[in-house]
Nanobody, 115 residues
């Protein structure tokens, strides 16, 4: 059974930082591309960042230069370091992987950026 479990998010002031983690089980983690998505209230879920098996990273324009995705294959965990947070980053954040045609998602974690 594939499981993705995100860490707790939280309330952060604008300009602050937060690191999310996602622990993965049920797959050979190091063989899978991992991604982070987010969904703000009233909006569709959007891709935020991805990291390949080889460690190549890609980011949505909205977070480029502020967010960093990384992975620790020894711990079967993917991270999202979020810096210089803005109110528009407020959303539920999900980690994701895909095996064939099957997509797997974590339960989501709320990140709220507000003063």
């Amino acid at each position: 059974q594939v499981r993705l479990v995100e860490s707790e998010g939280g309330l952060v002031q604008p300009g602050g930082s937060l690191r999310l983690s996602c622990a993965v089980s049920g797959i050979f983690f190091s063989s899978y591309t991992m991604g982070w998505y987010r969904q703000a209230p009233g909006k569709e879920r959007e891709w935020v960042a991805g990291i390949t098996v080889g460690g190549t990273t890609n980011y949505a324009d909205a977070v480029k230069g502020r967010f960093t995705i990384s992975r620790d294959n020894a711990k079967n965990t993917v991270y999202l370091q979020m810096n210089s947070l803005k109110p528009e980053d407020t959303a539920v954040y999900y980690c994701n992987t895909q095996r064939g045609s099957q997509a797997y998602w974590g339960q989501g974690t709320q990140v709220t950026v507000s003063s």
